[in-house]
């Protein structure tokens, strides 16, 4: 739903500035809480979609001396009478919550991640489809590359370097397992599914890119991402697993196609993402953050748009062998 909870502790000398902000558009409904030790209290804000993240914004301004002050966003489900609120958008305090949670490199992600490949190794030397799509449903790959377009977007440096660090890990333990599972295997076996990730053709690269714009829109909507994560996973788990397993058949003009293909979806999931929150206004909160985080979101867009162009350069100048059909 469109509409959270705030939950403002406050002291109690800042309640008529934080009434006042509660007047301005956007607030459903505010009301005083329960009085706490130390002149503080609970303030509660009934908010919608349109002025949610100024009005974050100016309550962190306000509540900035205070060290006990908290803002607690919370979920509302229903509330009676109903309020109609067009669309739906998550604040940047609600997307950082989210996406932490992607970028965690543990037992759990790594474990995700042997599974979701060798479920995927499964399905792609036995031409099984339905095989594949149930490794990507338990692929843990969308987390980090979204988290690394966020952390861009806001200048966020121990971000990128976490999303970067899983997420490179995440992809290079994927291709070491299916190398190992190549290496076992001694020779590529005739399956369609595998063989088709060995190719890479421009049609790759809208793939890879509606799946970036997809995953960035589900997040900042506040809808489950369950079905973005599985086209996410589509676009990178099948070439990793695919060039992992061609390096150790000794098939290495195949594992380069697949080497590529991966790389033009990395490229393509995390510029579209950028894009996607460039255009959706997601940056820092302060002015001088803002402006320490364009060399960073200039310098992204910038990167990842040359690393495309040498991609498809690559691409259109490859033997017709490493190229889809068209």
Known sequence: M?????????????EASISKLAQT????????????????ALY??????????????????????????RIDIMPVDATLPPV?????????EELYQKIGQGVHFDLS???????????????????????????M??????????????????????LMWK???????????????????GLIWHQPPASHELLIRTEVGIGSVALAAASGVAGVLSLTSGLSMTLVGVMVAVALLPPAA??????????????????????????????????????????AREWFERRMAKPYVYGGVLVWSLLLAALIIAIDLLPASFRVAQ
């Open 25 to 40: 558009g956007g607030v459903i409904s505010f009301y005083k809480g329960t009085e706490l030790e130390d002149d503080h």
């Open 2 to 14: 469109a509409i959270k909870l705030l939950r403002v502790t406050a002291p109690i000398a800042a």
């Open 242 to 283: 695919t060039c992992g397993f061609m390096i150790g058949v000794m098939d290495f003009k195949a594992a380069f196609g697949a080497f590529l293909l991966l790389s033009v979806n990395v490229v393509c999931v995390n510029l579209s993402g950028l894009m996607v929150f460039m255009a959706k206004g997601i940056r």
């Open 163 to 181: 999303a970067f660090r899983t997420g490179t890990g995440g992809v290079a333990f994927a291709v070491f397992i299916s190398a190992v599972t």
């Open 137 to 158: 449903v338990i692929a843990p790959f969308l987390g980090p590359n979204l988290a690394f377009a966020f952390g861009t977007s806001l200048g966020d440096r121990e």
């Open 109 to 135: 992600y790594l474990v995700l991640t042997f599974l979701s490949t060798i479920v995927a190794l499964i399905g792609l030397v036995q031409d099984n489809v339905a095989v594949i799509i149930g490794a």
């Open 84 to 92: 109609e609120m067009p669309g739906a958008s998550d604040t940047r």
């Open 44 to 69: 509660f804000m009934l908010i919608g979609t349109e002025r949610r993240q100024k009005l974050i914004d100016e309550l962190q301004k306000l509540l900035d001396t205070s060290s006990k002050a």
